[in-house]
């Protein structure tokens, strides 16, 4: 659920991601050493005013930072995607997939001394599930049996989840998922202590106890800064750094602002304004204090499927067919971001198909002139293009339109609005035109892109205002694409299950062209790897403040 | 806010029990003492500039400000671009050429507006005084207590971005300085012998206000009217610098600040040049202005 | 002057209620849902849960009750609560305004020293060289943006010399002067050219001309009669001013990242945050006002002439 804060405002958000490491130039070549950590120091970094960062409702990349330095659940995943256990001894499925059983490593605290046991995981999901939380990430658990009872409020327990002893974690599914495990890399999985309450206890949303690598130093001081120090009693591999102060930066300039601040010498770690990329390439490549690399993410246009000029496959592919993306990477983002011919990332290596969007290949404006033909996207056609303000997209944007209005001859009338007023007019059953949208998967797994964006299921009309409730806001729905889904849900095997998604995303995009991929997630940062060692980037593309020391 | 710097305050001009300012009525006098500043007609020169670009845009511009050109983005001034070229590859001098379009628009078309409505409930208050009186300064006093900026965003919240909002809310909160002014000359102009006389002689409310007390209490509009363009101009680039003024694609000197603030310390050109027209703009209204001022009112150089 | 008081005070809470009248009226009107966007804008939710938000925030009454409501509660300086942390707008704005009247009092300084210290000695020193330079700085200065001048100064002090930090940390009292200069320095300018025509003036003034003819040492004239009658106008130009500053305080807080009132209007504004939009302007418009009085009894105690009827 990455259609995230971040992305409302900066060109270069971040969102939770599975990063696959290096797979573009320039990664930074210092390396982790491997030479004996010692402990000390205090990280600074700037990020935009998170949702929340107690893990019941923590959403954002900047949220994500925070909680995930302050808890640590079953399982994490390496920048690369690769899922493998933290506090998880085993995570085994039953034949169908319609029971998980977690072993869970004995004798670790949360900082307050509590011990955190099977139950502190049961604690953590119930509270994030209840009604009363109002959580907008409790959906990730809704497929645990009691979750519908719980959330809707007539259950005050979670009837699916149950410790048979301190180490033990049942989970019983009401939809069979068989990499339910996956997910639990998310925060929502988090343990939580007893001292927690519920989810409106305000003196815990803003000074959470967890069991992470850090914990709080005082409360969230909202809009200002949140400081972390080293936690001395983690369970795991201890963390190096004494302190992390997080200064908390203005959402229209925070790029700038962190760019500024890395300059000056304030901040330890910066992501740039895309008008700086270049010359902070040339200042910070050379030097050992670049990363550049494709994240799990993926920027396209959501065009109206059910309604107005793009309801049919070929205006949709014609729209596809006009847009010269290498010329607007190359010109507009100056080779900071690729094109994208597929959904489903190249970041995803295994599952990601190329060219699997035939019109997002290379412009070919004949093509798309007599796909318009067909579909009675005349010249002069008047076609809506929204985007939100503040996020950097107004020259890109522009150039789409400029060439949409050059190849077809289109109307386009380009409409910047902030960012809820933009999912709004998705949202309402008389939308139409194409939209900008971006996404970045939560867990490493194809379905997290195909299931919220483009299944039946995740449009969810409001039955009185007929307003789209869930991600699917162009309402895409296609019986073989959701059977196909459902059907690689239940499938073990990782490699069989991949082909399944593989075949999904043929349909969807391939034949239907559901969603208009335009670019791949490129991120970039620059990192101060004078001072600091063992500092990369993880999948939710944040600093690696865990395993980061004192050089 | 360059309002207030030396014309009267309403209340010190009623207090003082002396007219604000006199009024000049030898026209050819004003601009003998105008044409007599240096500074009053190096504003003139500018503004004339202005007008002239903007008028003849299409002409001046070498080429069109909407043509994108991804080939050539964010190119350094050169021979083919005097000023360089934007994210789009467009050319950053047609674009300040276009520019002035919007910047004469929003500017004139704002004060114009600015004062009729000023001028027309400024006049209704001092001429009619008591009940009318009230409403309307009581009314000025609301809109004036809001600070301009904020109350232009909450209208353009409301009507969605454009010239036309830009324009409307910098004259909604703009009027009420107007009013104040202009009343308070009314007030003293209204008491004049040849007022009572028109009065007596049977003319109407609308003929003594337009023929005889308008043409005697206008002066200090006038100024506040010449001043102001220029802070019209950059209210309307700070609008659309917090990303609430007209559409990114429309070239306005706003517009290309905003987008050109990212490349300050790597490309300056890219913000140099808008700043450069607003700054010039700005100024040769200040001039204008001050030449006016000294002009009608010589008591005060 | 019990009377002059009260009609002032009764003058004031006429602007306020229009005001606030006003804010409500056109935020009325604003499309999108505060609540749909509130509730959660990418999940689905219980149609039940936003009823409940609906009520909770009384959306669900009709707009004139809405603002009674809203006065009444102003009245006891609950601002309401916001959308998006679900605090109370007092609470949150609070902290913040400490953070503006930091930058403020400090731009006014700034305003008062400089600018009126720099024309007072320009008028003093009339014709010299220091006058001519004030007179073309001054008049320059004032054809530039707030942001131009922001933005100048940051990437010259911070990120270029480094003397300054780039992120404004509002409790360390050395970080305010790049914001402040920033939204100082135009008024700055204004007031330096108020001084210097109303120091002229002075100076010509019959009274001072007795003064130095009776043989009043000049420092006592000039500390005594020319400054204090100079200085008038200048208090009362940045009384007035103020609306301007908060205004220059909503770019200069954006482009400094301080975590004032200013700022928080820039995001509240792209969060449809409304009920902080109107805090914010509610709060300006009030000191505005308050201001204004204090102002104007300043006035009547620098210049005995002016009586408060």
């Known amino acids: 659920m990455k259609l995230t804060k971040a992305l409302q405002w900066t060109a270069v958000a971040a969102a939770t991601a599975l990063a696959v490491s290096a797979c573009s130039s320039g990664s930074a070549d210092k390396h982790p050493g491997s030479t004996v950590a010692k402990n000390g120091g205090t990280f600074r970094l700037g990020i935009v005013e998170p949702t929340a960062i107690d893990p019941y409702n923590t959403q954002e990349s900047e949220g994500t930072l925070v909680t995930q330095n302050l808890f640590t659940g079953l399982t994490s995943v390496s920048a690369d995607g690769k899922i493998s256990n933290a506090l998880a001894e085993s995570r085994t499925p039953n034949d169908d997939c319609s029971q998980w059983t977690f072993k869970i490593k004995g004798g670790t605290t949360f900082s307050n001394g509590e011990p955190v046991d099977a139950a502190a995981f049961v604690r953590g999901w119930t509270r994030a599930a209840a009604k009363d939380a109002a959580s907008d990430v409790a959906y990730h658990l809704g497929e645990i049996d009691g979750f519908k009872e719980l959330n809707s409020g007539t259950a005050v327990t979670f009837r699916g989840l149950s410790a048979p002893d301190a180490t033990t974690l049942v989970v019983k599914m009401a939809i069979p998922d068989c990499e339910f495990d996956v997910r639990t890399f998310h925060t929502v999985f988090s343990p939580v202590p007893q001292v927690a309450g519920a989810a409106s206890n305000k003196a815990y949303n803003d000074q959470p106890i967890g069991n992470g690598p850090f914990k709080m130093e005082g409360p969230w001081q909202h809009n200002s800064k949140i ?59 050379a030097k050992g204090d670049w990363y550049e690399w494709d ?51 190249p970041a995803f290596v295994d599952a990601y198909q190329k060219g699997v969007c035939a019109s997002c290949v290379k ?3 004949d093509k798309a002139k007599q796909l318009a033909a067909q579909a009675g996207l005349t010249p002069g056609t008047k076609l809506y293009f929204g985007y939100n303000t503040g996020g950097g997209h107004d020259p890109w944007v522009q150039a789409v339109a400029a060439q949409l209005g050059d190849v077809l ?143 | 806010m360059t309002d207030e710097t030396t014309t009267a305050q309403p209340q010190q001009g009623s207090t003082d ?121 009581r009314g000025a006093d609301i809109f004036f207590a809001f600070p301009l900026l904020i109350g232009a965003i909450i209208i353009i919240t409301v009507t969605g971005r454009g010239i ?33 006389a028109a009065r007596a002689l049977g003319a109407g409310h609308l003929r003594v206000i337009v023929r005889h007390i308008l043409p005697n209490s206008i002066a200090p509009v006038i100024i506040y009217g010449t001043f102001n363009v220029g802070t019209a101009v950059v209210a309307e680039a700070s609008l659309s610098f917090l990303g609430v003024g007209v559409s990114p694609q429309v070239p306005e000197w706003g517009n290309m600040l905003a987008a050109g603030r990212g490349f300050i310390g790597v490309d300056d050109y890219m913000w140099m040049l808008p700043s450069l027209a607003v700054v010039l703009t700005t100024l040769g209204f200040i001039f204008v202005g001050d030449g006016v001022r000294d002009a009608l009112d010589p008591k005060l150089r | 002057m019990g009377r002059y008081l009260l009609r002032r005070l009764g003058q004031m809470i006429v602007v306020l209620l229009g005001a606030t009248l006003i804010l409500f ?34 959306l669900d009454k009709p707009l004139a009750v809405q603002y009674v409501t809203y006065i009444g509660h102003l ?111 135009i008024d700055a300018a204004l007031v330096a050219r108020l001084m210097r025509g109303t120091m002229l003036e002075v100076l010509r003034a019959d009274y001072v001309k007795t003064a130095i003819a009776k043989g009043v040492p000049r420092r006592q004239v000039l500390l005594k009669h020319v400054l204090r009658n100079s200085v008038i106008p200048v208090v009362t130009y940045i009384g007035i001013s103020f609306g301007g500053l908060l205004g220059g305080a909503i770019i200069t807080e954006t482009i400094f990242n301080w975590d004032g009132v200013g700022m928080a209007m820039s995001t509240a504004i792209q969060q449809q945050n409304n009920p902080i939009v109107v805090g914010v302007a509610t709060w300006g418009v009030g000191i505005f006002v308050v201001l204004n009085l204090v102002v104007d009894l300043m006035y009547a105690m620098l210049d005995p002439r002016i009586r408060l009827s």
């Open chain 1, 295 to 345: 994240a799990n993410g993926m920027n396209y246009l959501l065009p109206m499927d059910f309604n107005g000029p793009t309801k049919s496959k070929e205006a949709r592919e014609a729209i596809s067919y006009a847009i010269d993306r290498d010329a607007i990477a190359k010109g507009v983002f100056k080779g900071f971001r690729t094109s994208a011919d597929s959904l489903v990332p």
């Open chain 2, 17 to 137: 029990g002396e007219p604000a300012i006199r009024v000049v009525r030898e026209w050819q006098e004003v601009w003998h003492r105008f044409a007599a500043n240096r500074l009053a007609l190096l504003g003139l020169v500018l503004v004339a500039a202005l007008l002239v670009t903007a008028a003849f845009a299409p002409w001046i511009a070498p080429y069109d400000p909407l043509r994108q050109d991804l080939m050539h983005t964010i190119e350094p001034p050169s021979g083919a671009h005097l000023f360089g070229t934007d994210a789009l590859g467009r050319d950053q001098l047609s674009r300040v050429v276009y520019g002035t379009r919007i910047a004469v628009i929003v500017g004139l078309v704002s004060i114009l507006l600015t004062l009729i409505i000023g001028i027309a409930l400024g006049a209704v208050a001092g001429y009619f005084g008591r009940f009318y009186d009230t409403v309307v300064m």
């Open chain 3, 75 to 185: 009245v006891q300086g609950d601002m309401g609560e916001d959308y998006i942390q679900r605090r109370p707008v007092s609470e949150i704005l609070g902290p913040k305004l400490v953070n503006t009247s930091k930058l403020a009092v400090a731009a006014i300084v700034f305003d008062v020293l400089i600018g009126a210290g720099v024309g007072a000695l320009a008028a003093l020193r009339r014709y010299s060289l220091w006058d001519t330079a004030v007179t073309l700085v001054t008049t320059v200065l004032v054809g530039f943006p707030t942001f131009v001048i922001g933005m100048l100064l940051l990437n010259l002090f911070a990120v270029q010399l480094k003397w300054v930090p780039v992120i404004g940390d509002a409790s360390d009292p050395a970080q305010v002067i790049l914001p402040a200069i920033t939204l100082a320095i």
């Open chain 1, 409 to 551: 001859g289109l109307d386009v009338h380009i409409d910047g609005i902030p960012f809820k007023q933009l999912l709004d007019k998705e949202k309402t059953p008389d939308a139409t035109g194409i939209y900008r949208a971006a996404w970045g998967a939560d867990y490493p797994t194809p379905g997290n892109f195909l299931n919220p964006l483009l299944a039946t299921s995740s449009i969810d009309e409001d039955q009185t205002t007929h307003k789209v409730q869930g991600d699917n806001r162009g309402r895409y729905s296609n019986p073989a694409f959701d059977a196909l889904l459902h059907q690689a849900t239940g499938t073990k095997d990782l490699a069989a299950r991949t082909k399944l998604y593989q075949q999904a995303e043929k349909i969807a995009i391939g034949d239907d062209l559901a969603l208009i991929p335009l670019w791949n997630r490129s991120q970039q940062r620059v990192a101060n790897n004078e001072k600091w060692a063992n500092l990369t980037y993880d999948f939710s593309e944040n600093p690696t403040l865990a395993t980061a020391s004192l050089k």
């Open chain 3, 25 to 58: 009226a056109c935020l009325f009107v604003i499309p999108g849902d505060p609540v749909g966007s509130l509730a959660g804008s990418e999940r689905a939710r219980d149609p039940a849960v936003v009823k409940e938000l609906r009520e909770h925030y009384g």
């Open chain 2, 164 to 196: 036309w909002p830009v324009v409307l809310s910098l004259a909604v909160f703009g009027w009420a300085t107007v009013a104040r002014l202009l009343r308070s000359s009314v007030l003293s102009a209204r008491e004049m012998d040849y007022v009572h």
């Open chain 1, 227 to 285: 400081t972390l120090v080293r936690n001395d009693s983690y369970g795991l591999t201890k963390a190096h750094l004494d302190r992390i102060e997080i200064s908390i930066l203005n959402a229209a300039n925070a790029d700038q602002l962190e760019y500024q601040g890395f300059q000056a010498g304030q901040f330890d770690w910066a992501r740039m304004p895309t008008e700086q990329l270049t010359a902070a390439k040339a200042t910070y490549k």
């Open chain 1, 363 to 365: 412009q070919d404006k």
